[in-house]
């Protein structure tokens, strides 16, 4: 079996205990992953501690600090074959797609380059004659970064990328259900020279890792990608060191289809946006709202579709659904359907666990018009569609918006007043019209409700990884005058 390490301080190491890693595709261990418990969080904690305060990286210019961030991109670039090779391994995620996303990884790493040196400060034009008064930008200190399985080098380049730009050390945490990807990616930013303790790489379990990491004392900042429920206890936890948080979490992002729409189009959209990454996608468009006119005609073409999705191996580039990352998330999948059919949904398409190995559960629409069922409401972080239809703009924009999350939302429609009505309407941090699951590092990301708070991607992200110092200089020589009377 292949062995992976963490990486602390600069080095590889094994960690306190081990765990063996499962293949997906197949259900069983194929790596050895080192498993970090608290000894190993705090020796990860204090070395990016003292890399920010004490070591060579607290001494770079912020052009060489960027200089770093573009060899990191380059080291992604070139290697991004490998390490999608490795996600696809490690979670099942199909291999088409991790080549492609790791390749534009590099991206969102050159992205940061460049704005490290462009993070100013500035001047205040203060109300008192004989003071000089500026704002610096610091960083805001170690971040603690926790990520889910799926996309882990996208989900760390949007949180890494920014930090490092501001300056800041972390230790980032890779989801215990396959980690390959990121403790490999620790060789490259070895290999890239930052310095130790710049940027340490771990993994482990929730409770005794993540939580670990969340609520240590150095910790100025933690980073979260995950579920709602995590994310409470990761806001818990930070009420022991107080540190910030910013929270990306989980979705139920309405999908809208206007009978004007180009129904081809938006099928194909549709598909992506649901079944792509077998649906364990934050953003997947799992309410399709759809105006009643075309639904028909639009499920007829969508179940085509899904019917027609080449299922297999996620290391075949053939392949467009691979298996769920855990045996886990099938069995949530699975609970799911069987209590939104009992609910009254019809099952369209799909709905069935296959037999044989792997985790794999197909493309599957559920028909929930009429009906109160919990797949409206909660989210599969799998490959299933719910159905609901609409007479009226009104009410297709009170569906979208009947949700305790906020995080994405598709509109297809050739009514531009209409389309802009809605962008404005919907209650969530990313309207995608005509189009769904575009990102870009240039674009900011995140959600609202449920969905978390916080930006990842765009300029005001690196900023997000600064704290401000208010500097006041006295340009008089003259004494200080009454001490008894506030400046
Ligand atoms: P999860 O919340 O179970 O786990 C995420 C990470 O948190 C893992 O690394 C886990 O070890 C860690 N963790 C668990 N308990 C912890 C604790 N007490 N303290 C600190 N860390 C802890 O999420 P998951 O099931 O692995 O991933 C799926 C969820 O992630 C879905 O809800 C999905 O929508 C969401 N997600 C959101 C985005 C986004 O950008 N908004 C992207 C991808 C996934």
């Known amino acids: 079996m292949q062995r992976f390490q963490l990486y602390i301080d600069g080095a590889f190491c094994d960690g306190e205990a081990s765990f063996d890693s499962v293949d997906p595709a197949t259900g069983k261990a194929w790596a050895q992953m080192p498993e970090a418990r608290e000894t190993d969080v705090d020796r990860a904690v204090e070395s990016a501690h003292k890399a920010l305060y004490d070591g060579p990286w607290s001494k770079l210019t912020a052009t060489q600090r960027g200089k770093l961030l573009y060899k990191l991109a380059d080291l992604v670039a070139a290697n991004a074959a490998r390490l999608a090779e490795l996600e696809t391994r490690d979670t099942g995620k199909i291999i088409r797609e991790t080549s492609a996303q790791i390749a534009y990884v590099a991206e969102y790493y050159r992205y940061y380059a460049g704005i490290a040196d462009k993070i100013e400060g500035s001047y205040l034009p203060i109300d008192k004659p004989d003071m000089e008064v500026w704002l610096r930008r610091e960083p805001v200190g170690v971040v603690a970064m926790v990520v889910p399985w799926n996309s882990q080098l996208f989900l760390s380049a949007v949180k890494l990328g920014p930090a490092l730009a501001a300056g800041c050390t972390l230790v980032l945490k890779a989801s215990e259900d396959g980690p390959a990807p990121l403790l490999e990616f620790a060789r490259l930013v070895h290999e890239a020279g930052f310095p130790p303790g710049v940027v340490n790489i771990i993994t482990g379990f929730g409770p005794s890792c993540g939580a670990a990491l969340?609520?240590?004392?150095?910790?100025?900042?933690?980073?979260f990608t995950g579920g709602p429920?995590?994310?409470?206890?990761?806001?818990?936890?930070?009420?022991?060191?107080l540190a910030s948080t910013s929270l990306e979490l989980g979705g139920k992002s309405p999908f809208i289809v206007f009978a004007d729409a180009d129904l081809e189009s938006a099928a194909n959209a549709q598909v992506a946006g649901i079944f792509a990454a077998t649906g364990q996608s934050c953003v997947a468009g799992s309410r399709l709202i759809v105006e009643a006119s075309v639904k028909d005609r639009f499920?007829?073409?969508?179940?085509?579709?899904?019917?027609?999705?080449?299922?297999?191996?996620?290391?075949?580039?053939?392949?467009?659904?691979?298996?769920?990352?855990?045996?886990?998330?099938?069995?949530?999948?699975?609970?799911?359907?069987?209590?939104?059919?009992?609910?009254?949904?019809?099952?369209?398409?799909?709905?069935?666990?296959?037999?044989?190995?792997?985790?794999?559960?197909p493309p599957t629409i559920l028909d929930c018009d009429g009906v109160d069922s919990p797949s409206l409401a909660e989210e599969f972080f799998g490959p299933v569609l719910s159905v609901v239809s609409f007479e009226t703009e009104e009410e297709a924009l009170r569906l979208a918006n009947d949700t305790v999350y906020g995080l994405a939302s598709g509109v297809f429609t050739q009514n531009l007043t209409r389309a802009h009505r809605l962008m404005k309407g919907i209650r969530a941090g990313v309207v995608w019209v005509n189009t769904y699951r575009a990102v870009s590092p240039i674009a900011p990301f995140g959600g609202f409700g449920l969905s978390g708070h916080g930006r990842e991607g765009g300029l005001a992200a690196a900023l997000d990884y600064t704290r401000t110092k208010t500097v006041w200089l006295r340009t008089s020589d003259d004494p200080i005058p009454d001490p008894f009377v506030m400046r």
Request: hydrophobic share 40%; net charge positive.
């Open 299 to 361: 499920l007829a073409l969508l179940k085509r579709k899904a019917e027609a999705v080449r299922i297999g191996s996620p290391l075949d580039m053939a392949t467009e659904v691979g298996p769920l990352a855990t045996a886990r998330q099938r069995q949530h999948i699975d609970a799911l359907v069987e209590r939104s059919s009992a609910a009254g949904a019809r099952v369209v398409t799909g709905g069935r666990v296959p037999v044989g190995e792997g985790f794999y559960y």
């Open 229 to 241: 429920e995590t994310a409470r206890h990761v806001v818990r936890n930070s009420a022991e060191n």
């Open 214 to 223: 969340g609520r240590h004392p150095r910790i100025a900042h933690v980073a």
